[in-house]
């Protein structure tokens, strides 16, 4: 394969459709190969867009301002980062001759969790908890009674698990309802899902380049109102669990095609695996590779869009945890011990404008067996703190102040001639 650099007329361009803390590591990996990257997203100064060759701040579900960048930048590979995106808008690209990754039929097909689901237990035959869909409050009630409790309530359409709730008795269903309808945007139904009473869930990353696919070693992660927060690799499990993770992973891959890295999930419960969910695209529980392997999910991404080999070597055991904002700010500042840069771990602060309570905002990276990996940086992410929101209000007024006082300046320089 030819190489190009970017800026050029020939040059190889990405273009992310969603800039976030996952999109600015493929941006890097990317740019270690030459590629143009062009990072898009609903607000200004996203984490890519501050190592991206080029940025755009458009509305990411408005289908002729997705297809206008898309036509202006012509990129060689398209590559969404985030479910809310117009779908429409990448179905039309692909018929213009650009290229989707995976294709538009899988975005479609894993940004909807009724899609997905009907994809993988009715046309591939893959095992999965019971599952209903519905609208109204009261299908949900008549599914709950069919489906039993405790049952697992999520919109068809939304993000990191919001939404999401357990009902563990009827008394719970109304609540779950309204929690399911604040975060599920446009779609309109709900999927209520048998509680399967797993020993464990993991995630297993899986990359396709159409030529090989290649499995991760398991990760295995903790959830906190369906967002991860902790996340180790390996996952210790059976070799007979595991043959069966890797052949659901390579059946749901296979069948929606196309090339990239995906974040199959899984529930294990002894030898047996559940289909639970796919992403295709980095996971944000695969950040614990940047640690442990020698390629990262972001660099296997990558080479998989590319087609160049996917062969990569495991370091070692590692884990991850997820610092999430205590606070909201403006202007983000983080107090970080020295602890949090030993030798044995990294921490990545993902440069996001502003934070509010519960918003990621960067991740610590451990190295070291899976279980004491996991101890050291659930004691690492403590070491991290968050200014308060008073003060960066003040921050952001004094900010504000220094920016239109810089603005005369240059205007003045300018009529003087300087």
Not at 176 to 202: P, T
């Amino acid at each position: 394969m030819q190489f190009t650099t970017p800026l050029k007329h020939n040059s190889v361009k990405i273009m992310l459709l969603g800039s976030g803390e996952l999109g600015k590591e493929v941006a890097i990996e990317a740019q270690r190969l030459g590629i143009e990257v062009i990072a898009v997203d609903r607000y200004p100064n996203a984490p890519a867009h501050l190592v991206a060759n080029e940025s755009y701040v458009i509305d990411m579900k408005d289908k002729s301002q997705v297809l206008e960048t898309i036509l202006r930048v012509k990129p060689t590979y398209i590559l969404p980062e985030i479910e809310a995106i117009n779908i429409e808008a990448l179905f039309e690209a692909e018929a213009l001759g650009f290229t989707v990754i995976p294709n538009a039929e899988a975005v479609n097909k894993t940004m909807n969790r009724k899609n997905i689901r009907k994809f993988a237990a009715e046309e591939l035959g893959l095992k999965t908890s019971g599952y209903r869909f519905v609208k109204t409050l009261d299908e949900l009630k008549e599914a709950a009674e069919h489906i039993g409790f405790p049952c697992v309530i999520k919109p068809v359409m939304s993000s990191s698990g919001h939404g999401q709730s357990v009902a563990r008795t009827y008394e719970d269903i109304e609540n779950s309802f309204e929690i399911a309808k604040e975060a599920r945007g446009d779609a309109s139904e709900l999927i209520i899902e048998e509680f399967i009473d797993f020993d464990y869930e993991i995630t297993l990353l899986t990359a396709r380049n159409e030529k090989e696919t290649v499995f991760c070693e398991p990760i295995g992660h903790i959830q906190k109102d369906g967002d991860y927060i902790f996340s180790w690799q390996p996952m210790e499990m059976s070799e007979t669990a595991k043959k069966r993770a890797q052949e659901i992973a390579k059946k749901i891959t296979d069948g929606l095609g196309g090339r990239g890295i995906f974040g199959v999930e899984l529930f294990i419960k002894g030898d047996e695996v559940y289909f639970s969910e796919v992403s295709p695209r980095p996971h944000d529980t695969g950040m614990v590779t940047m640690i442990t392997q020698s390629q990262s999910e972001f660099a296997l991404h990558v080479r998989a869009v590319l087609g160049l080999p996917l062969g990569f070597r495991f370091y070692g055991g590692g884990a991850s945890a997820a610092y999430k904002a205590k606070s909201e700010s403006f202007n983000p500042v983080f107090d970080i011990e020295e602890e949090c840069f030993a030798e044995d771990s990294y921490i990545r602060i993902f440069g996001k404008p502003e934070s509010h309570k519960g918003r990621r905002m960067a991740v610590v990276l451990t190295f070291g067996e899976a279980q004491e990996a996991l101890k050291r940086a659930k004691t690492l992410i403590e070491k991290i703190k968050d200014r308060d929101y008073r003060e960066t209000v003040e921050e952001k007024a004094a900010q504000e102040e220094n920016e239109e006082s810089n603005i005369f300046r240059k205007i003045a320089n300018i009529l003087l001639g300087k």
